[in-house]
């Protein structure tokens, strides 16, 4: 239920201390499991999106804020929500060149496995909320990528 900004020049010398914050994303509650999955930075690297597997929601999570080891880091949380009513399951992102949009997939991991279930959100960074759902996109996708024309 939490994710770790890690220092890559502290990691690699290996002298301890890369781990350099760390945000409870998904809830508030510290014990409950949210599966935080597939991270993207904004290109500006001022925020995180994180999807929350078990949550069914999306964190966005302040660089700036977690480094200062402000507790309140996870600037946003968006719901998220399926049009047949089940559970999202998000995994994977991507964000936009531009930095103004987000891209979750989601799907669940449950039978009948040869149907497409497999969802896309567009969130929209500035509103913090969910603005289109692509349907039918694969079972379960985890990893994404946006190209722009």
């Known amino acids: 239920n939490t994710i770790s900004v890690i220092d890559v020049d502290r990691a690699s010398t290996a002298t301890g201390g890369a781990e350099v914050a760390r945000v409870l994303v998904g809830t508030v509650d510290r014990l409950e499991q949210t599966h935080p999955l597939i991270?993207?930075?904004t290109p500006d690297g001022r925020e995180v999106v994180v999807p929350n597997v078990r949550a069914n929601n999306v964190s966005i999570v302040s660089m700036e804020r977690a480094?200062?080891?402000d507790p309140k880091a996870e600037v946003a949380r968006?719901?998220?929500?399926r049009p047949d009513g089940q559970p999202v399951r998000p995994k994977g992102s991507a964000i936009t060149a531009?930095?103004?949009y987000a891209?979750?997939?989601?799907?669940p991991s449950s039978p009948p496995f040869s149907q497409e279930l497999?969802?896309?959100y567009v969130i929209d960074l500035r509103s913090r909320s969910a603005v289109a759902t692509v349907t039918g996109v694969g079972h379960e996708p985890y990893g994404l990528a946006i190209v722009e024309r």
């Open 39 to 41: 991270p993207s930075v």
């Open 67 to 69: 480094l200062a080891g």
């Open 78 to 81: 968006i719901p998220l929500v």
């Open 98 to 100: 531009d930095g103004r």
């Open 103 to 107: 891209v979750t997939s989601g799907g």
């Open 118 to 120: 497999g969802h896309l």
